[in-house]
């Protein structure tokens, strides 16, 4: 069970946090992605970190602009969002699948429900 929350307007530039609650299962056993579908396109991932939080992916898109951290004891996962840009306007989710992470999205056991982005001036 995966809920993400801290979507919402930013100005261009701007910064948001996404977070990614996790229950039902053991956080420390799970890679947790983040992706996003804009209105019109297919879901594309974002960011991803393995389960032990000893390696992070991203996109060449948010490289630079995003940074992906997790908490086991406190069940969670975070995006953090800054020079966000229009392009970054979506629905963003966070997913899991045990331990490693993978470019797949069939790939992800679990997803939330997502979260709206919307990046406009």
């Known amino acids: 069970h995966l809920v993400e929350s801290g979507g919402g307007l930013v100005q261009p530039g701007g910064s948001l946090r996404l977070s990614c609650d996790v229950s039902r299962f053991t956080l420390a056993h799970y890679a947790i992605g983040w992706f996003r579908q804009a209105p019109g396109k297919e879901r594309e991932g974002v960011s991803c970190?393995?389960?032990?939080?000893?390696?992070?992916h991203y996109a060449d898109s948010v490289k630079g602009r995003f940074t992906i951290s997790r908490d086991n004891a406190n069940n969670a996962v975070y995006l953090q969002m800054s020079s966000l840009k229009p392009e970054d306007t979506a629905d963003y989710y966070c997913?899991?699948?045990?331990?490693?992470?993978?470019?797949?999205?069939?790939?992800?056991?679990?997803w939330g429900r997502g979260t709206q982005v919307t990046v406009s001036s």
């Open positions: 970190i393995n389960a032990l939080g000893s390696t992070s």
């Open positions: 997913a899991a699948r045990t331990y490693y992470c993978s470019e797949t999205i069939n790939d992800y056991t679990y």
